[in-house]
């Protein structure tokens, strides 16, 4: 018999449905729609890279948007707290008062 001629029957009584490859511990596996062009972008950043997985880079960039969310958004205070009194104390002046 060639290797390449289907056999008229098969066992199938040790198949599994699933997954070839497991996911790895704490992972799970999802069917997720993505657009085209940002899947053909991640391959062939993956590409020039030399290799590895997509899915990676994609885990890696939600992420670091958790992480840029969980942080609290500047208030003008604490980012330039003495800017912010110069330029006030600068337009008082301007319009005829006193700081």
Sequence with gaps: MNHFEMKDEYDMSQAKRGAIVPPEPNQTRITIRIDTELLDWLREKVN????????????QALREYIQYDKEPLPTPLSVGESTLRRVIREELQVVGLQA
Aim: charged letters at 10%.
């Design 48 to 59: 020039r890279a030399g290799g590895g997985n997509y899915q990676t880079i994609i885990n």
